[in-house]
C-alpha cells in the first residue's frame, strides 16, 4: 500500500470534521463530538503547516500561518458563516490559562476577533491543554470550549485549504 501524502490526510480528515460539525445525535456524547471536531481539524491544520513551512516546532509553523494568512483573514472576515463567527464569540469569552505541567506560559485571550495570531494562539492552547494539560471534558463549559475552538479552527482552515485548491 502506498503512503498517505499529508494532502490525503488533510482531505480525509477534514471531510470527518465536517461530518463532526453536521450535529449531534441525541444521546451522543457533546464532549466525545467536540473533542472530535478539534482533533480532526487539529491534525489537518498540522498536516498542513507541515506541508507548508519546512519548521520544526509547532510554535513557528504557527507563527508561518499566522504570517502569511493574516491579512487575508482580516480581508475575508465577514465573508466567514454566522456559526463561526457565534463559536469565535464563544472561544473569545475565555481567559484560557497553560494546565500542563511544567513552566507556565502567559494566558491565551482574544481581544481582537480579526487578529488570527490571537485566534490561533487560543486554540493551540485549548488544544495543549487537552493533549497535555489537565483539559477534562465534562462539564458543558469545558464541552463548549473544545467545541468553539474546533468549530473556529475547521472555518478558518476549510476556507483556506479551498482558496489553495487543497480540498
Not at 498542513?48 to 493574516?70: G, I, M, Q, W
Request: charged fraction near 30%.
Amino acid at each position: 500500500m502506498p503512503p498517505i501524502s499529508r494532502e490525503r490526510i488533510i482531505t480525509m480528515l477534514m471531510q470527518k470534521a465536517k461530518k463532526e460539525l453536521s450535529g449531534t445525535v441525541p444521546g451522543f456524547d457533546a464532549g466525545y463530538h467536540a473533542t472530535e471536531i478539534l482533533v480532526y481539524t487539529w491534525i489537518s491544520f498540522e498536516a498542513f503547516t507541515c506541508l507548508r513551512y519546512n519548521l520544526a516546532k509547532p510554535s513557528e509553523r504557527n507563527k508561518a500561518f499566522c504570517d502569511e494568512f493574516s491579512e487575508r483573514y482580516k480581508q475575508e472576515y465577514n465573508e466567514f458563516p454566522d456559526e463561526f463567527k457565534k463559536m469565535l464569540i464563544g472561544l473569545a469569552s475565555y481567559i484560557i490559562i497553560d494546565m500542563s505541567p511544567g513552566k507556565k506560559k502567559p494566558n491565551a485571550e482574544i481581544k481582537d476577533s480579526r487578529d488570527l495570531t490571537q485566534v490561533i494562539a487560543s486554540v493551540y492552547r485549548v488544544r495543549c491543554n487537552l493533549f497535555h494539560g489537565g483539559k477534562d471534558i465534562n462539564e458543558i463549559t469545558d464541552i463548549t470550549l473544545v467545541k468553539c475552538a474546533g468549530t473556529v479552527l475547521y472555518y478558518i482552515l476549510e476556507k483556506f485549504l479551498r482558496e489553495e485548491h487543497l480540498i
